[in-house]
């Protein structure tokens, strides 16, 4: 039996990370104490993931109703009420959040409440009291980065935080940084009818992902008439009589009444005492080797400060990963480039695998094929009147390696495109299977079926 304050896992942070290698260590039987300061679930589910996707929606029936004539219904947009808005979003959030509660409950997990530091390789104490682990799994997650030079008031220029709680729709915007948060909110904002403008130092947005999908990603929010300036550096905001101006590399200045910084996320792992105990930290994230052990006694590590996608579902892999681990059932190793990506912007971006030049890079670019479906020619996405298309990578004579998805619910189809990279599927193996019609899940399909040299709806 345990002795009071000593568990087979002390876990340090409750996000994606921490909760899941607490609800599956929980399930294998072994004692946890999951340690956090603010509230049960992290980031995601209180100022990332879900909030965000509750505006996204409440934005896509905001262009639903705007573009309603095209489909012949007549709606007029009256307006955004945020106070409605924000009520839904909290609402949505507040129902998981009790939910998790339960869970956590249920399954008798020891909840610390308060600020923890890692006091000696087995023990993190919080308030003076001391929580000791026969394991350690740190979980602490990250915070917005802001560069030199930019301060960030929570009035005139704000974090992702911060702009999930506005009151209102700003009338301008400008969005610093054109990755994922910077392309989802300026997605939003613009639906609520907001003028905005992305600033991005590289050449193209969404740079991450495959360089046909930025390009389409583009195309798509010039006809939304959202602004973007990409390849040139910030230099500096200056506030206005009513907003900011930012300066960007050459002199040119943007104006608008907020400013969102959007510039990547860093690990929270400063004062923590992870140092101090040995364990070894890059640029402020944690190392660790491929089974997430940091090489310091018997200390993990999970989530957003291990060096690699800052992704929830990431998070909830590693959880369990590590949890599996220690009760010592042999967990296969976490492969990130099978882990599915979406960006749920308007087009949405969905991703596996690797891009194109990431495939040319790792096999040679004479044994790369490539085939790209246009949504043109998928009978549900007409009727959804979207456009984008799928994109598929395969070694020559192997399996596919890549899947890129843009256009509207592309999201939902990265859970076929993540089997077929992780069973590594050949594309004649997957043009066997009968894809419903219709659907846009027929638009994997049919690339498929043009990959193996058998295409229906389009040109091999
Ligand atoms: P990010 O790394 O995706 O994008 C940051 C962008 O800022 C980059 O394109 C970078 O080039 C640009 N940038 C950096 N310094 C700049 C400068 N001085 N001037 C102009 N541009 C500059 O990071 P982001 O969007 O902040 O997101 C943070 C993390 O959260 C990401 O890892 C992301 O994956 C995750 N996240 C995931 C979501 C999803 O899965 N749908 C949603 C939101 C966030």
Request: with cysteine.
């Amino acid at each position: 039996m345990s002795q009071p304050n000593t568990f087979d896992i002390v876990i340090l942070g409750a996000g994606s990370g921490g909760y899941a290698a607490a609800l599956r260590a929980a399930e294998l039987g072994l004692t946890v104490a999951l340690i956090d300061k603010a509230e049960l679930g992290g980031t995601c589910l209180h100022r990332g993931c879900i909030p965000t996707k509750a505006l996204l929606h409440a934005a896509e029936l905001a262009d639903q109703t705007r573009e309603s004539e095209q489909f012949g219904v007549k709606a007029d947009l009256v307006g955004i009420d945020m106070a409605g808005v924000n009520s839904y979003k909290d609402g949505v959030v507040g129902r998981l959040y009790k939910g998790l509660q339960g869970l956590l409950k249920q399954d008798k997990i020891t909840i610390v409440q308060g600020a923890g530091k890692l006091v000696a390789q087995d023990t993190v104490e919080v308030d003076g009291q001391r929580y000791t682990g026969r394991n350690v799994i740190l979980a602490t997650g990250s915070y917005s980065r802001s560069l030199p030079g930019l301060e960030v008031d929570g009035k005139r220029v704000l974090t992702s935080e911060h702009a999930l709680k506005l009151d209102r729709v700003p009338s301008s915007a400008i969005v610093l940084g054109g990755g994922v948060i910077g392309v989802e909110f300026a997605s939003v904002w613009k639906s609520f009818g907001a003028d905005v403008t992305i600033l991005e130092a590289l050449p193209r947005l969404v740079a991450a992902e495959d360089a046909d999908i930025s390009k389409q990603v583009e195309r798509a929010f010039r006809k939304r008439k959202i602004n973007f300036k990409v390849g040139k550096p910030f230099e500096k905001v200056e506030h206005t009589e009513n907003g900011v101006r930012a300066t960007i590399q050459g002199g040119e200045t943007v104006e608008a009444e907020i400013l969102l910084v959007a510039v990547g996320r860093g690990p929270t792992t400063q004062d923590l005492g992870y140092e101090q105990q040995g364990v070894r930290l890059d640029r402020g994230f944690v190392l660790t080797n491929e089974r997430l052990h940091t090489g310091v006694g018997n200390i993990y590590a999970v989530g957003d400060i291990v060096p690699g996608l800052q992704l929830a579902h990431r998070g909830f892999a590693q959880g369990i990963f590590v949890a599996e681990e220690i009760a010592g059932l042999n967990p296969a190793v976490i492969d990130e480039a099978g882990i599915p990506r979406v960006t749920y912007s308007d087009p949405e971006v969905a991703s596996v695998g690797l891009t194109e030049e990431k495939a040319k890079e790792k096999y040679g670019a004479d044994k790369v094929t490539t085939y790209n479906y246009n949504l043109g020619g998928n009978g549900k996405s007409q009727i959804l009147k979207t456009q984008g298309f799928v994109k598929l990578i395969r070694t020559v004579d192997g399996p596919v390696v890549g899947v890129h998805m843009v256009g509207a619910r592309m999201g939902e189809l990265v859970s076929e495109a993540q089997l077929i990279y992780n069973w590594e599927a050949f594309p004649e193996e997957v043009a066997q299977l009968v894809h419903a019609h219709p659907t846009q899940s027929e638009a994997l399909g049919e690339a498929h079926l043009a990959l193996a040299g058998k295409p229906l709806h389009a040109h091999s």
